[in-house]
C-alpha cells in the first residue's frame, strides 16, 4: 500500500463519511467482519434484518400495509428467508401504478436519494435510496477491489454511461469525493469513433491508472484500437466490467491486451443487487449482507439452484423505499455449489440478459448498445431535467436493427395522444450514429418480448461483413 492508499482510507474516506452524511468506512469495516461467516452466520444475518425491514415495511409504507392486510399475512410470519415466498413479486408496473405509497412515511424526504434505472433495461423506472444504502454499495465494491489486490486510493480509469460514470462537476462535492477518494476518473463511452478511443488511450497513458473499469463492450472497443494500432501500454492490475452481460470474447481480449485478469460485476441499483466475481472466475459472489436473491419463475415460486429463471430481490439495505421480492428484469440462475475460494455467499453461475450485443453502422463502426437508451434524449443529454420530462413520456422502446443494417425504433408513450413531432429528435440522432442506415420511428401500443419472454431494448439481425 501506497501512504496516499492508507491517508484515503483513514482520514478522506472518513472526513468524505462526516461531510457527506454516508458511512461507507463503518460499512466497510462491517463488510470485513461478516466475510469471516459462515454461510449459516450469513443466513442468520439475512433473517433478522428481513424481519427488522419486514416489519418496518409493514408499519411506514402504505403499500404493503396494504398487500399484508389484503393477503391476511402479520409482519412475524416473515422470520426467515424461507417464507419469502408468501409474498407476490413486486414487478416495474407495481412500482410505477404505486409509486407515492411505496415511501416510508417514517424515513424523513431529507434523507432520499432519488435515483432512476435511466432506461438501460428498457423502460425507465424511478425509485428511491438513501445513503445507508449507498454506503453498502461503496463499502462492497471496495471489498472486492480488495480481492483483486486494489485498494481505495488506487487510480482508477472508468469507461461507460450514465449508469456507472455519472458526470459530477469537479468543484461539487460529489465530484470531489469521486476523483480525491475514490479516484475514479471518468470518461463516457457514448462516442466510439477513431478519434475517440485515440483520446481515451491517452488519457489512459497519462492516468497510468492501477485498474480499467467500465461496460465490457466499451472496454472491449477500446482494446481492439489499442490492437489494431499496436499501442504501447502501461502495466495494469485489473479489468474491472460491470453495466451489462461479458461476452466471452470481450472477456478474452482484454486479458489480451491489458495484459490482466478481467473481473465482472453484476448489480442493479434498484433492488440494491451488488455480487463480484472472484479470482477463482467460478460466478458472481452475491453480496448477502445487502440483499437476498432469489430465483424464480414469472409468478415467483422459486426455482431450484442451477435452475435459469427471473432474478427476485429483496433489499435488505433499502429503508426508504423497501423493495420486497423485486424482479429485476434479469435473468439468471445460482450456482449450486459453493466456491472454491471458501467465501460463504452464494454465487450467481451466469446472467443471461442484458446481454451487451453490438450493433453497427453501415461503416462497420460499431454502436455500444449502452448509448442507444441515451439518444431518448434531446441532444443526447440526460443531465437535463427539460430532456428528462420528455423522457419520462415514453413508456417503452425497442431499437431493431434488421439483415440490412437498417434501424427500426418502436415507441410506446404513456399517453398514446401526446403530438409525435416533439419525438422527431430520436431520428436524427440515430440517424447521426447508424451513418448510412434507414432509421423509421414507429409508435406502437405494445412492444413485442422475444422468444425467452425477456423484454429486450435492442434486438439486432444485422452482423456486418467488411
Ligand atoms: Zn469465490
Known amino acids: 500500500m501506497t501512504p496516499y492508499n492508507i491517508i484515503d482510507r483513514y482520514l478522506f474516506l472518513p472526513l468524505g463519511d462526516v461531510v457527506y452524511g454516508s458511512r461507507v468506512a463503518a460499512s466497510l469495516k462491517e463488510m470485513q467482519h461478516t466475510a469471516t461467516f459462515s454461510a449459516e452466520e450469513l443466513r442468520r444475518l439475512q433473517d433478522s434484518k428481513l424481519q427488522r425491514l419486514v416489519k418496518h415495511s409493514y408499519d411506514t409504507v402504505p403499500y404493503y400495509h396494504r398487500l399484508f392486510d389484503r393477503l391476511k399475512l402479520k409482519p412475524e410470519d416473515i422470520h426467515s428467508c424461507d417464507e419469502l415466498h408468501l409474498l407476490p413479486v413486486l414487478t416495474k408496473q407495481t412500482i410505477r401504478d404505486n409509486y407515492a405509497d411505496l415511501f416510508s412515511t417514517a424515513v424523513s424526504p431529507k434523507r432520499w436519494r432519488k435515483s432512476s434505472t435511466g432506461g438501460s433495461t428498457g423502460t425507465p423506472l424511478q425509485f428511491c435510496t438513501d445513503n445507508v444504502e449507498w454506503s453498502s454499495w461503496k463499502a462492497s465494491t471496495l471489498r472486492a477491489w480488495e480481492w483483486y489486490g486494489l485498494h481505495l486510493g488506487d487510480k482508477i480509469f472508468s469507461l461507460g454511461g450514465s449508469s456507472i460514470n455519472k458526470r459530477k462537476a469537479v468543484t461539487s462535492f460529489k465530484g470531489l469525493y469521486d476523483l480525491v477518494i475514490m479516484r475514479n476518473h471518468k470518461y463516457s463511452s457514448s462516442d466510439v469513433t477513431d478519434e475517440c478511443m485515440q483520446r481515451n488511450y491517452q488519457a489512459l497513458m497519462k492516468l497510468r491508472p492501477s485498474a480499467i473499469r467500465g461496460y465490457g463492450s466499451s472496454l472491449y472497443i477500446l482494446a481492439r484500437y489499442i490492437q489494431t494500432h499496436n499501442l504501447p501500454l502501461c502495466p495494469i492490475k485489473a479489468v474491472l466490467t460491470t453495466g451489462e452481460v ?64 427471473h432474478v427476485c430481490t429483496t433489499d435488505l439495505d433499502n429503508f426508504v423505499f423497501p423493495f420486497l421480492r423485486y424482479h429485476v428484469g434479469d435473468m439468471a440462475y445460482l450456482k449450486t455449489e459453493p466456491c472454491a475460494c471458501g467465501r460463504p455467499s452464494r454465487l450467481i453461475g451466469e446472467v443471461m440478459g442484458r446481454a451487451g450485443k453490438l450493433m453497427y453502422n453501415k461503416q462497420g463502426v460499431p454502436i455500444s448498445p449502452t448509448i442507444l437508451p441515451m439518444m431518448f434524449y434531446p441532444n443526447l443529454d440526460y443531465h437535463n431535467r427539460e430532456y428528462q420530462k420528455r423522457y419520462y413520456k415514453i413508456d417503452r422502446f425497442q431499437i431493431r436493427q434488421d439483415k440490412q443494417g437498417d434501424i427500426l425504433i418502436l415507441l410506446k408513450l404513456k399517453d398514446p395522444s401526446e403530438p409525435h413531432e416533439q419525438f422527431n429528435y430520436i431520428i436524427d440522432n440515430y440517424r447521426n450514429h447508424f451513418v448510412g442506415s434507414e432509421v423509421t420511428l414507429r409508435f406502437v401500443d405494445e412492444i413485442p418480448t422475444l422468444p425467452s419472454g425477456k423484454e429486450d431494448y435492442c434486438v439486432s439481425e444485422y452482423d456486418y461483413q467488411a
Open 246 to 309: 461479458l461476452m466471452a470474447e470481450y472477456r478474452r481480449t482484454l486479458e489480451e491486451v491489458f495484459n490482466a485478469p478481467v473481473y465482472d460485476a453484476y448489480g442493479a441499483s434498484d433492488g440494491g443487487i451488488l455480487s463480484h466475481e472472484c479470482p477463482c472466475h467460478s460466478g458472481l459472489h452475491i453480496t448477502e449482507e445487502s440483499c437476498i436473491i432469489e430465483i424464480t419463475d414469472l409468478q415467483g415460486n422459486p426455482l431450484p439452484d442451477g435452475t435459469v429463471g
